[in-house]
């Protein structure tokens, strides 16, 4: 099993495949240009307004990236978490690229801060989304 934080290289592996397979690197040529590597877009939200000592749920959302390895981690006032930590299944968009969503399930304490960082390696830095005291 892998390390959460690695990546693989999905480019790498479909030029394996279809080496494995026979086809032509023309194939591959049509996929580089069709599905370029991107990630852009990601998102952090809670499922009611925060209130103390209540579970909750956030939600974190990376979408429209390609291809599709992403890694997200949750922090509680700057220490990783990951109890309560659920990672839905890639889902696949319209336009080739992917979407994925993180969960973290909590229950919020007076003055906490929680933060989720996306990573993907089309992005040169980690996009990081925080929620705290202030937007309860």
């Not at 590597?37 to 998102?43: D, P, V």
């Not at 336009?95 to 969503?101: A, E, M, N, S």
Request: net charge negative.
């Amino acid at each position: 099993m892998l390390p959460l934080n690695t990546f693989w290289d999905f480019t790498d592996w479909v030029t394996g495949l279809l080496s494995a397979s026979g086809l032509t690197t023309q194939l591959l040529g049509i996929l580089e240009l069709k599905h370029r590597c991107s990630f852009n877009h990601s998102f952090v939200y809670i499922r009611y307004e925060g209130e103390e000592n209540v579970v909750n749920t956030f939600y974190c959302l990376a979408k429209h990236f390609y291809p599709p390895t992403i890694n997200f981690t949750w922090t509680k006032n700057g220490v990783e978490v990951t109890e309560g930590v659920f990672n839905l299944h890639y889902q696949h968009n319209d336009d080739g690229t992917f979407h994925r969503i993180s969960t973290l399930t909590f229950t919020p304490q007076e003055g906490d801060v929680y933060s989720c960082k996306v990573e993907h390696q089309a992005s040169q830095q980690p996009l990081t989304r925080t929620w705290g005291k202030a937007e309860m």
